[in-house]
């Protein structure tokens, strides 16, 4: 069992940079890969980014490819996204999650715990 939170949305510009973080409680949290997915209202839950137990494979959705980095610091508990390049389509709530998949999935359903979400939005 994980507990997750979210933090680091905000306001930015379009064309800026965040970094969120996904913070977890448990001392099994290196046993799990973490996504990271994205929900605009109206709109399914999307896939972004995945990164296994020991932080070394990464995969990214096509939509987001070559804009945002994943990694974890396991000792610290936490996994990050960057993002650069922002653009007003990618206002969202952002959430991650953990899987004792392997490898890790792409479809949110295999994910067992989850964090309650961080907004980003991206002005024009």
């Known amino acids: 069992q994980v507990l997750l939170v979210e933090s680091g949305g905000g306001l930015v510009q379009a064309g800026g940079s965040l970094r969120l973080s996904c913070s977890a409680s448990?001392?099994?949290?290196?046993?799990?890969?973490v996504g990271w997915f994205r929900q605009a209202p109206g709109k399914e839950r999307e896939f972004l980014a995945a990164i296994t137990r020991t932080g070394i494979v990464k995969v990214y959705a096509d939509s987001v490819k070559g804009r945002v980095t994943i990694s974890r610091d396991n000792a610290k508990n936490t996994v990050y996204l960057q993002m650069n390049s922002l653009k007003p389509e990618d206002t969202a709530g952002y959430y991650c999650?953990?899987?004792?998949?392997?490898?890790?999935?792409?479809?949110?359903?295999?994910?067992?715990?989850w964090g309650q979400g961080t907004q980003v939005t991206v002005s024009s």
């Open positions: 448990g001392r099994t949290f290196s046993s799990y890969a």
């Open positions: 999650a953990v899987t004792a998949d392997i490898p890790p999935g792409r479809t949110q359903y295999t994910y067992d715990y």
